[in-house]
């Protein structure tokens, strides 16, 4: 029926937009939080390795301090360094973040950490002033490098994260076009949904207010066929129904008054033959006398005007009403009869009795 039609139309758009909705929303939930962590990973990243920037700074701070001072701080220096190696061993869980570019420069500061240890050690055991000087000057050079290789390393961090932000980008413009091109073919669909389901409205509408029309015309024969199978199709059989429910009562009607006209003919047929016989009886006596033609004057037009009306009413094909008096309808025997379009009512006119006798 039309309302389970207009139902599942309609339904199955709402459905289309909700699914287009929550996919779009899930989307772009899934690109923003990949976004939200890759910035904090990257933060946290660029923390790290400038926390080993400066902590391999201060090593190489203390080294030269006791360089020039021949101060022994091995204690402090002994700390700084296990801050130190403790800093890189962190930067071993950003795992995604340290590309294949950056896992070089991290291997190589790995691989520079032991020796570099190794030198502190002897720092601390030696106690040659010319081996602790080699071995200082020594850590000093593989902290210069280690230092080289966090720089370089926080440069390609940096590199891959920006190319991760241009990736994640990306996906946000292609999921912004792809939105807009579903969004663009899921309104054209609505439109053309939205249209069929206006055609299944206005189309039956339409041809019922025409058969409406037709009716108030008194065509009683018109009839609609929709083969809708819907709710427009039973207003249709009852509008059919009613249709050829007044057709048979106007004919009905039409066919009483013809009954009623046609013994009123047959009476006044009588009684207009006898007038007529006695006017021609009484003509040649009456011949000469004005006042009397005048009175058989009137009387023949009276006998017109009578047959005329009888005619008439044999003739009526509808039923047309016209005031008679404020409030009181008659029938209009002429309009009818339709004589201005019916010539065979007027070649069936009675004959014109103002030439007898």
């Known amino acids: 029926m039309l309302r389970r039609r207009l139902i599942l139309f309609l339904g199955s758009l709402v459905v289309l937009l909700l699914l287009v909705a929550v996919g779009a929303t899930w989307r772009l939930h899934r690109v923003v ?3 939200d962590r890759l910035n904090e990973t990257s933060l946290s990243f660029a923390r790290d390795v400038d926390q080993v920037d400066s902590g391999i700074g201060d090593v190489e701070v203390t080294l030269r301090e006791m360089q020039l001072s021949q101060d022994a701080h091995l204690d402090r ?28 420069h991290y291997e190589s500061i790995r691989g520079q950490v032991p020796a570099f240890k190794q030198h502190i050690a002897a720092m601390a055991t030696t106690l040659d002033p010319d081996l602790v000087r080699q071995h200082s000057q020594a850590a000093i050079d593989a902290s210069a490098r280690i230092r080289g290789q966090a720089h370089l390393l926080a440069e390609v961090a940096h590199q891959s994260v920006k190319a991760e932000q241009e ?37 039956p509408v339409e041809r019922l207010v025409q058969a409406s029309r037709e009716l108030a015309a008194e065509n009683f024969d018109h009839r609609i066929e929709l083969n809708e199978d819907d709710e427009f199709d039973e207003l249709a059989h009852a509008f059919n ?10 004919r009905r009607r039409m066919e009483t008054l013809a009954q009623v006209a046609m013994a009123m003919n047959h009476e006044l047929n009588n009684a207009t033959s006898i007038i007529d016989l006695q006017l021609r009886l009484m ?34 094909r509808r039923i047309v009403l016209t005031d008679y008096t404020l409030g009181v309808k008659m029938l209009d025997l002429r309009r009818s009869a339709d004589v201005e379009d019916n010539p065979a009512a007027d070649a069936a006119s009675p004959p014109d ?3 007898w006798p």
């Open 33 to 35: 939080g990949q976004m």
């Open 77 to 104: 220096l002994i700390d700084e360094v296990g801050a130190f190696e403790g800093r890189v061993d962190r930067l071993a869980t950003y795992g995604r973040t340290i590309t294949s570019g950056g896992q070089g």
């Open 167 to 203: 990736r994640l980008i990306g996906s946000v413009r292609r999921l912004m076009l792809g939105l807009c091109i579903v969004f663009l073919v899921v309104i054209n669909v609505a439109m053309l949904v939205l249209g069929h389901v206006s055609a299944m409205v206005v189309r």
């Open 241 to 250: 129904a009613l249709a050829a429910q007044l057709g048979a009562n106007e």
């Open 283 to 316: 003509g040649p006596s009456t011949r000469g006398n004005v006042a009397a033609e005048k009175c058989f004057a009137r009387i023949r037009e009276s006998l017109d005007r009578m047959t005329e009306c009888v005619q008439l009413l044999t003739n009526i």
């Open 353 to 355: 009795w103002r030439g």
